[in-house]
């Protein structure tokens, strides 16, 4: 027999080196941790397969199990990475067998009687088959979910792969899975799908989500979009424009403001949308001239505020944006829209977020939705900071690519992907 070794970050990942190299024909005979995880340094575990083959890996040269004793490689990849919720039943169930030790005489007393020599090598093969397999499911969840106190029921495992996987930041994720271990029912423990249904059901109910309104009367709806350059802040005002000009179930007037001097083909782009829908149009070049602009819309039910991108970082164009906030002496509250990229990670989501804060930002916008695999980064930063989700944008068609942000659209894209049929 040749002994062959392979190295991996997981007992699953060096599983699979060996499957690429040697197929399902070999032998499993150790599992072994070699370096433990410490700071700035991954674990790393090794396997030892077993070969048809007369040269013997050297490092092996004492340490070769019996034939009998070893187990075939298909076997081993199918009970470890595919079963180990229905090995863990199997031997619960053959253990409650009752113990043959003791039977009963005539006056039913309990007599000691023999017990076979078989029979006391299956009871032992029995309970080291279970310490092995109580044994892997914790060096699996190690390997996911390092951080958990408490341990986490293979049940959940495909969950917590798709949540992991989806860009939802970590201490979130731990955190929601201590909760659901705390209060999910137990009888709904038996299955994935039941903990799928679960902890959608969880994932919903905290999202913050703004329901759209629509102005009463005697009053108007100011809304400014704000957000880093590139994200689709012009485009998602000519959506919105269309889509309370045309799309609700009243045609409302909607007057548009350009802050944005600074990109002429910005001016340019709204300038001909409001020609081809007939909307009114001002542009403000400084802060006093913002009052004056809303004011000339005043007959309008709805006024767009289109503001320049800027960097998250650029604290001068962030204030000058303030500046205009500060400037409005009129009746109109001012509703800030924070809009963002959805194909961008959770921590550059919370630093733009942290940075555009200051112009008192009242609900998020999401663009782009159909441009990444993973929403887990929008769910955690609604998680983080309590701030309402009001529009989805799907898409670069006008209007058609907007939505009224929904948590169960949301949670359908975090757990299954982007599906637009759903939007």
């Not at 408490?150 to 929601?176: C, K, T, V, W």
């Not at 959506?239 to 340019?268: H, P």
């Not at 701030?387 to 169960?408: K, N």
Request: include cysteine; hydrophobic fraction near 35%; charged fraction near 25%.
């Amino acid at each position: 027999m040749k002994i062959l070794t392979f190295t991996g970050r997981t007992p699953s990942e060096a599983l699979k080196k060996a499957k690429l190299e040697v197929g399902d024909d070999g032998m499993l005979i150790e599992t072994r941790e070699i370096q433990k995880k410490a700071l700035g340094r991954q674990p790393l575990y090794e396997i030892v397969i077993g070969i048809d083959g007369n040269d013997v890996h050297s490092t092996y040269p004492n340490k070769i199990k019996p034939l009998h004793e070893q187990k075939p490689l298909r076997q081993e990849s199918a009970d470890v990475l595919y079963d180990i919720s229905s090995a863990a039943a199997q031997i619960s169930e053959i253990a409650n067998v009752r113990d043959p030790l003791y039977g009963y005489n005539t006056s039913k007393e309990p007599i000691k009687s023999y017990e076979p020599k078989e029979l006391k090598e299956i009871k032992s093969e029995i309970n080291k088959l279970g310490d092995k397999v109580k044994l892997i499911q914790n060096m699996f969840w190690n390997e996911k979910a390092p951080d958990l106190e408490s341990q986490i029921p293979s049940e959940f495992a495909e969950i917590y792969r798709l949540a992991s996987q989806s860009g939802m930041d970590r201490n979130h994720l731990d955190a929601i899975m201590r909760m659901t271990l705390e209060h999910m029912p137990l009888k709904m423990r038996e299955n994935s799908s039941t903990v799928k249904r679960y902890f959608q059901t969880l994932l919903r109910k905290m999202i913050p989500i703004r329901r759209e309104s629509v102005p009463t009367p005697g009053t108007k709806k100011v809304i400014m979009l704000v957000g880093p350059t590139g994200v689709g802040k012009t485009t998602s005002i000519a959506k919105l424009a269309a889509r309370y000009s045309y799309l609700m179930q009243k045609r409302y007037k909607v007057g548009l403001v350009v802050l944005d001097t600074y990109r002429i083909g910005a001016v340019e782009q709204l300038m001909q949308y409001a020609r081809m829908m007939k909307l009114g149009i001002e542009t403000v070049v400084d802060p006093p001239e913002f009052a004056t602009a809303l004011n000339s819309l005043r007959y309008c039910d709805y006024i767009l505020i289109d503001t320049m991108g800027s960097s998250p970082y650029d604290k001068n164009k962030i204030e000058k944006i303030y500046e205009c906030l500060e400037a409005n002496d009129t009746e109109f509250n001012v509703d800030v829209v924070l809009v963002m990229p959805s194909s961008i990670k959770y921590e550059d989501l919370k630093a733009t977020y942290d940075n555009f804060s200051t112009l008192n930002v009242d609900t998020v916008m999401f663009t782009k939705l159909d441009e990444t695999m993973g929403f887990g980064n929008i769910f955690s930063l609604a998680y983080e900071t309590k701030r309402p989700i009001s529009y989805f944008s799907v898409g670069q068609e006008v209007p058609e690519d907007l939505v009224c942000a929904s948590s169960d659209f949301l949670v359908e894209c975090l757990l299954n992907g982007f599906n637009r049929s759903k939007a």
